[in-house]
C-alpha cells in the first residue's frame, strides 16, 4: 500500500491511497468520524439567563462550539470509559458572566485550562439587550462522535476511488464531448488531433462527457484499489492528528479481535 499527500493545510488533508481494500479505506472513514476523542462541553449549569433564547438551545450551541481538541490538550483527561468520568467537576470549568447591551461571543467563554478554548473567537452565542444578564458555568469533557455530533471531530471525511479515463482510438475523435464535462477537466486540442485531461484527480465521474459522445470515443471509470481520500476539520484538531489516531485506534481494534480468536472466543 502507498500513500501520497496531496495537499494539506491547517484544516484540511487530501491524500492519495494506492493498493487498498474498500473495507480497509471505509473502516478509516468511520473510525475517523465517530471513535476519535474530542473535547466538547457536556453540562452546562445556567444560573440566570434573561435574554430570548430558551436555555435549551443555549447549552445545544455551547456544546457545539468548537474547543482545541489537539494532543496536548487531551493529554490527562477522563475518557467516556474512564469511571470517573461522570463526575461533575472532572473537566474543564468555563464561565461566562456578562450584562446587556452586547453580544456574546465565543471568546467570552473564560476556561480554567488555558490550552482548552475555543478554537473561534467570533462564534455568536447570544445577543443581550439592555439590562439583561447571562451567567452560566459549563464543564467540558472528552467524548466521541459515535455518542454526539459535538464530539466529531471531522467535519468532512470522504473517499472516492481514483478516476480512470480512457478513449476508443478505434473510432472518429469526438472533440465535442470535452465541452460536456462540468468541472472543465477535458479540453480538445485540434492541432494535436487528441483531447487532453487537466486534472484527472478533480474528474466526478457524472460521465456527461460519456454521455455527450454519439460514437462511444470516451469512457470513464476508476481504478478498483486506489482512493482520494479528504478529511476536514472544524480547528478543533489538526486532520493529521485525527487520521494518525483513527489508524492508532484502528490497530487496537484489530489486535483485540487477533486476542479474541487466539483465546478461542472465550472473552
Not at 430570548?52 to 477522563?78: I, K, Q, W, Y
Request: aromatic share 8%.
Amino acid at each position: 500500500m502507498e500513500i501520497e499527500v496531496k495537499s494539506q493545510s491547517e484544516n484540511e488533508i487530501v491524500f492519495i491511497v494506492r493498493d487498498a481494500e474498500v473495507p480497509f479505506i471505509n473502516a478509516i472513514r468511520r473510525v475517523a468520524m465517530v471513535n476519535v476523542p474530542k473535547i466538547a462541553i457536556e453540562d452546562v449549569n445556567i444560573i440566570r439567563n434573561d435574554s430570548a433564547m430558551f436555555n435549551e438551545v443555549l447549552a445545544h450551541r455551547l456544546g457545539l462550539t468548537p474547543l482545541v481538541s489537539d494532543l496536548d490538550a487531551l493529554e490527562g483527561l477522563s475518557l467516556p470509559e474512564d469511571d470517573d468520568w461522570d463526575v461533575y467537576s472532572n473537566g474543564i470549568m468555563f464561565h461566562l458572566n456578562e450584562v446587556g447591551p452586547k453580544v456574546v461571543y465565543s471568546k467570552d467563554l473564560i476556561s480554567s485550562d488555558s490550552k482548552i478554548k475555543p478554537v473561534y473567537d467570533t462564534i455568536p452565542l447570544v445577543k443581550l439587550k439592555e439590562g439583561e444578564e447571562l451567567n452560566i458555568e459549563a464543564v467540558a469533557k472528552v467524548g466521541y462522535g459515535k455518542e454526539h455530533a459535538k464530539w466529531m471531530p471531522t467535519t468532512v471525511c470522504a473517499y472516492k476511488q481514483y478516476p480512470e479515463i480512457t478513449f476508443n482510438e478505434d473510432v472518429e475523435i469526438d472533440y465535442d464531448c470535452a465541452q460536456a464535462c462540468p468541472r472543465g477537466i477535458l479540453k480538445s486540442d485540434r492541432r494535436s488531433k487528441k483531447i487532453k485531461i487537466l486534472d484527472i484527480e478533480d474528474c466526478a465521474m457524472c460521465k456527461s462527457c460519456v454521455r455527450a459522445s454519439d460514437n462511444g470515443y470516451i469512457n470513464v471509470g476508476f481504478k478498483p484499489n486506489d482512493f482520494i481520500f479528504r478529511i476536514e476539520t472544524d480547528g478543533a484538531m489538526p486532520p493529521k492528528e485525527v487520521l494518525l489516531k483513527a489508524c492508532d485506534v484502528l490497530g487496537e481494534k484489530a489486535d483485540k479481535f487477533i486476542r479474541f480468536s487466539e483465546e478461542g472466543g472465550s472473552k
